[in-house]
């Protein structure tokens, strides 16, 4: 979804994403959303993964980040116990 920033004035998207620990809600920022957001879909599975931060033009930095969509049957794998 995205949120207007009130401290930068500008608009930037908001995820949920269901982990392991339960549902949380993460902002990529500006930057990212120009490159990934924009190919991200809503209901699909991604795998995400910090991948550091890297310094830009005046002692800024950006966040990094590996975004890559799983298949959605590869996700349903059964219980094992199920089975017993």
Do not use: W
Request: aromatic content about 8%.
């Amino acid at each position: 979804r995205e949120v207007e920033s009130g401290i930068s004035e500008g608009i930037y998207n908001q995820y949920l994403f269901d982990t392991d620990d339960g549902l949380i809600k993460c902002a990529f920022g500006g930057a990212t959303d120009k490159e990934a957001g924009m190919l991200m879909e809503v209901d699909r599975v991604y795998s995400v993964e910090f991948a550091g931060k890297v310094k830009i033009t005046g002692g800024r930095t950006v966040n990094k980040f590996h975004i890559e969509r799983i298949m959605e049957e590869v996700v349903a794998i059964p219980d094992e116990k199920e089975g017993e």
